[in-house]
């Protein structure tokens, strides 16, 4: 069954103006510097910026990088645009919330088992609360994932059915992948099955869709990852964002209109 709209579902013209003003896309907050050090730290082989991929020796030239970013994300291909403002295409991002539309439908439909994680739990968390409401009440069952899991030093917990990283009794903001190595782990150990899809952002969705499980994440326009997974194919969808705006309830309309387009709502 369909759950409750609890925010009117946008047309696709007022989605993007809404992520235009709220700057989730559009002119954002990241810098063009910021951008382009983190495309060069992945180029130049920093794992961290890896997002758990196995990106071999395909991603060398930060160029080649750029010009993925500017195809799938929207930033300027300008090799000479070095500092200042940088963008996401609002239109890509709908089009990429309409492409993640698709996979959620197929997941209701054939009611799939899913993953819900987040490494941004002070942006995107009641992103994906709000999603997995509507995948349960569509029928899917959301993986309870495996107690006392550990990694980097801090806890694996789940928060309103959202796996997140947990240290000193505060959910942090985490690139790693190894949160969703450990549930996948923890599953694996404890005889469970791994879920049959993903939706997450930043080394969760890297880690998931690098395991071979079917995934969909959100991510910034400096973390070029998910970008060149989506393009190699390993990551199904990349939905490009500011994942941390100056209220999570910004992106209220935009998971309506996502799981409207799902027809989840």
Same mark, same amino acid.
């Given at each position: ?25 559009? $002119? ?14 992945? @180029? ?25 970013? *500017?195809?799938?994300? #929207? ?8 500092? =200042? ?10 089009? $990429?919330?309409?492409?993640? @539309?698709? !996979?959620?439908?197929? $997941? ?10 987040? %490494?941004?739990? %002070? ?9 997995? *409401?509507?995948?349960?009440? *569509? ?8 107690? %006392?899991?550990? $990694? ?33 782990? =923890?599953?694996? +150990? #404890? %005889? ?10 930043? =080394? ?7 395991? =071979?499980?079917? @995934?969909? #994440? ?12 989506? +393009?190699? #194919?390993? &990551?199904?969808? +990349? !939905? ?18 996502? &799981?409207?387009? @799902?027809?989840?709502?």
């Amino acid at each position: 069954m369909p759950s409750t709209p609890t925010t009117p579902i946008p047309s696709r013209s007022e989605l993007i103006d809404h992520l235009v003003r709220t700057r989730i896309a559009g $002119a954002v907050a990241t810098p063009r510097e910021n951008n382009l050090d983190h495309y060069r730290r992945l @180029a130049q082989g920093d794992r961290n910026f890896w997002f758990g991929l196995e990106l071999g020796d395909r991603w060398t030239d930060e160029q080649d990088v750029l010009a993925v970013m *500017a195809e799938r994300c #929207g930033v300027s291909d300008d090799l000479e645009h070095r500092s =200042g403002q940088d963008t996401i295409d609002p239109e890509l991002t709908a089009a $990429a919330l309409e492409r993640m @539309a698709i !996979v959620l439908r197929k $997941a209701a439909e054939s009611r799939l088992s899913v993953l819900l994680a987040t %490494g941004h739990p %002070g942006g995107l968390l009641d992103v994906h609360r709000t999603t997995a *409401a509507a995948l349960r009440a *569509a029928g899917c069952e959301i993986v309870a994932i495996p107690f %006392g899991l550990r $990694a980097d030093d801090g806890n694996v917990h789940q928060v309103a059915d959202v796996a997140v990283y947990e240290r000193g009794a505060s959910l942090w903001h985490t690139h790693s992948p190894h949160p969703m190595a450990a549930i996948l782990d =923890g599953l694996a +150990a #404890g %005889g469970r099955p791994l879920p049959d899809l993903v939706v997450a952002d930043h =080394g969760w969705a890297g880690c998931a869709a690098q395991r =071979g499980v079917d @995934a969909v #994440g959100y991510a910034d326009s400096n973390d070029p990852a998910l970008f060149l997974a989506e +393009a190699e #194919g390993t &990551l199904q969808v +990349a !939905v490009p964002l500011d994942d941390h705006v100056a209220d999570p309830r910004f992106y209220e309309p935009m998971t309506a209109y996502l &799981l409207g387009a @799902a027809g989840l709502l």
